[in-house]
């Protein structure tokens, strides 16, 4: 019998947990299918299917579920992640994803799973967020649980990885299981340290080396469609780059333990915390904060930034990209704002 | 302490609240285009409309010496219980030194919430603060139902006599004391609107818009473009999903908002988790007029609004299966007054275009 095929929509979350899913799709003896990268097609659909003033990540997200749906996969695999910390959730736009997807594209040939995802920290291997995928693929218990525990283990390996300094978009094109073993491993056996870290990289014209805190979703960051390559851009610009994704967990913590309130957004929480270490940190040049047309948390996170970024003397730049952006819009503005940190930082 | 609150729907309620608790109140200015284009400049862009009002509001209020702003929070997911944190620093960062009290529910922080609570109590015994939140609530519930009712008349009648009672009662409030006060303008309005009955036509007659959507664009007249006086124009009546007396039952008295929850189970169908703000229960809402026999949905919302954008998402998904036009509105800086006109109108007509045609 041919494997079940499996669909994962190559959006949102996908970026900060993809490993894991392969992995527990493997372990389930199931056949992972993910949906291709961004193009423009795929964007078009997209936006053509959802809403015209809902946030560009959710119109990625409905354009990455259509074109799961051309590959004639038997499922889609769409958790709706509620929780992953205690008092805290996630934007209502993605707890309501599961219901928007079932609701507004009725042609839709797979059939959806979407268990709710409500777990204490940010493993969610528990049984209980994986009830609806164990039933409907009557998967027994004590499999679940093993390939759970599998799965567990190799996305951790992975999250090590992304706090020692490495960037998502280091692994987030690769699909094959095999081939992600393969680079984790290498990575973990590594003398060389990852970019961000690394004292001696080469600049163009070997000027001063900058280094950037780029704030902004998972998402948003490892997206090279979506965000015109900046990581990319930024490297070969001579910079370090900086993501949420790298500071430890105690440093975000003791950031929002300072607040009267922390936000009620997971990902904006991280952000938030990050950000505020960076913007203290002597050795970050200046924080870009790359947002997403219409994103809701980023409109309350973005005052308080900027507000604070000030309060630093820090530089700071907002960068919004939606369906329209011009590749060439992108780079003037990160040019600009890396040439005069590079001068400032020359002059002194 | 200077205080002042937020602009939304029936603002006498929270003013005679403070005011028998012995606060000097400052009543908030009614949001216009000054306003809001002060709210818009100083406002995040992506922040939703009714932030941005209030950002205007607030600023508006400095202008008076307001040193306290009492506002309330939540827990989210929908942005709007964060409004207050945001608000603080956007007015520091302008140079106002400025408090802003957020009332928080008593689940999230406990000692925060009882500190409000005695800051706001003031010099008022207990017992007062009883009396004073009985009385208010008191005068919430006679507002909104002689409000329902002015929506049901002002579709038969002259817009601007029905209008006139409606403000003159207001005013009236205004004066009030004790529940007695409140009982003897209640029957005084009562009986005048009554005297209008006769105007509603044969059941079979009537035409009926729920509006659902965004507490606050739903609420707040001058922020909606006065959608409910636009429907009732052209001989409909209007219901809202949303009452104050609902909020305060939903949110403050325990146990009274039984048939709240039941109509939030039914939008399960189509949004299955809370997401915050008041989505599901408009979906709910939504199935629920159509129960009671309304024609047509109104479903308003600010513009970027979070949960409110998946419930438009589902609308037409609900609206085919339930058989009951929907119309989705967007509210922000921006929308003009002739567009909103143009599309009710445009709406309307079509219900009693299919209406008539049922009936051939």
């Given at each position: 019998m041919s494997k079940m095929k499996i669909g994962i929509p190559r959006a949102l979350l996908y970026y900060y947990y993809f490993p894991f899913w392969i992995k527990l799709f493997d372990e389930l003896n199931l056949e992972p299918v993910i949906s291709d990268n961004t193009s423009r097609e795929l964007l078009d659909k997209g936006v053509k299917n959802s809403l015209s003033e809902i946030c560009v990540p959710i119109k990625v997200m409905i354009g990455h579920v259509l074109n799961l749906d051309q590959k004639d996969v038997d499922y889609i695999f769409l958790p709706r992640f509620h929780s992953i910390r205690k008092g805290v959730v996630f934007c209502p736009k993605i707890i309501g994803l599961p219901d928007m997807v079932r609701h507004s594209l009725p042609r839709l040939q797979a059939e959806i799973i979407s268990d709710q995802i409500d777990s204490k920290s940010d493993n969610i291997a528990q049984l209980s967020n994986h009830q609806q995928l164990a039933e409907i693929l009557s998967i027994p218990k004590h499999k679940m649980k093993k390939a759970l525990k599998e799965a567990s283990n190799f996305w951790q390996r992975y999250r090590n990885l992304l706090y020692q300094g490495y960037l998502i978009n280091d692994f987030s094109r690769i699909e094959d299981l095999e081939v992600l073993e393969k680079l984790i491993s290498k990575f973990e056996n590594e003398k060389k340290l990852p970019q961000s870290q690394r004292k001696d990289i080469e600049t163009p014209g070997n000027e001063k080396i900058v280094d950037i805190a780029l704030i902004g979703y998972g998402y948003n960051l490892s997206d090279q469609y979506l965000n015109m390559d900046i990581l990319n851009k930024l490297k070969e610009m001579g910079v370090r780059v900086h993501t949420f994704s790298m500071a430890a967990a105690e440093i975000i913590e003791k950031e929002l333990a300072k607040l009267r309130k922390p936000m009620f957004w997971e990902f904006t929480n991280k952000l938030y915390g990050a950000a505020e270490h960076y913007l203290k940190n002597e050795q970050v040049d200046g924080v870009i904060y790359l947002t997403a047309f219409g994103c809701g948390p980023d409109s309350i996170l973005g005052q308080i930034l900027e507000v604070d970024a000030k309060e630093y003397d820090k530089a700071f730049m907002t960068l919004r990209i939606d369906e329209q952006t011009g590749e060439s819009h992108i780079i003037t503005?990160?040019?600009?704002?890396?040439?005069?940190?590079?001068?400032?930082?020359e002059n002194n | 302490m200077r205080l002042s609150f937020p602009y939304m729907g029936p603002t006498i309620v929270y003013k005679k609240l403070l005011e028998l608790l012995g606060h000097d109140?400052?009543?908030?200015?009614?949001?216009?285009?000054?306003?809001?284009?002060?709210?818009v400049k100083y406002s995040p862009e992506f922040a939703c409309f009714p932030f941005k009002v209030i950002t205007g509001i607030y600023l508006k209020l400095m202008e008076k010496w307001v040193d306290t702003l009492v506002t309330s929070g939540g827990h989210g997911p929908c942005r709007a219980g964060y409004f207050g944190e945001v608000h603080k620093k956007i007015l520091q960062d302008l140079g106002y030194d400025v408090e802003i009290i957020v009332i928080d529910s008593p689940h999230d922080d406990y000692k925060y919430f009882y500190e409000v609570i005695k800051r706001l109590k003031g010099d008022s015994s207990w017992l007062q603060v009883g009396r004073v939140i009985k009385t208010v609530y008191q005068l919430t519930k006679v507002l909104d139902e002689i409000e329902k009712k002015v929506e049901i008349l002002r579709a038969y009648n002259d817009k601007g006599t029905i209008n006139r009672i409606w403000m003159d009662a207001q005013e009236e409030f205004y004066q009030i004391k004790n529940t007695a006060d409140i009982k003897r303008i209640k029957n005084k309005y009562l009986n005048k609107l009554a005297k209008f009955d006769k105007s509603i036509p044969a059941e079979a007659e009537r035409y009926r818009i729920g509006i659902?959507?965004?507490?606050?664009?739903?609420?707040?007249?001058?922020?909606?473009?006065?959608?409910?006086?636009?429907?009732?124009?052209?001989?409909?009546?209007?219901?809202?999903?949303q009452y104050l007396t609902d909020w305060i039952r939903e949110n403050i008295f325990p146990f009274t908002g039984k048939d709240l929850e039941e109509i939030e189970k039914k939008g399960e169908e189509f949004i299955e988790a809370d997401i915050g703000g008041h989505a599901r229960s408009n979906m709910g809402h939504a199935i629920d007029f159509k129960e009671k026999g309304f024609d047509g949905i109104i479903h308003l919302k600010p513009f970027g609004c979070l949960p409110e954008l998946v419930s438009q998402s589902v609308a037409d998904d609900l609206s085919e299966k339930y058989e009951i036009p929907v119309l989705s509105i967007t509210i922000d800086e921006q929308t003009a007054d002739a567009n909103v006109l143009t599309r009710v109108e445009a709406f309307l007509d079509m219900i009693k275009e299919k209406d008539y045609r049922e009936v051939m």
């Open positions: 503005r990160i040019e600009a704002f890396i040439d005069l940190l590079r001068l400032k930082k | 109140v400052v009543m908030p200015p009614k949001p216009n285009k000054e306003i809001i284009d002060l709210g659902i959507g965004e507490i606050y664009v739903v609420l707040e007249q001058s922020i909606n473009n006065q959608i409910e006086e636009k429907v009732n124009r052209f001989g409909f009546e209007v219901e809202r999903s």
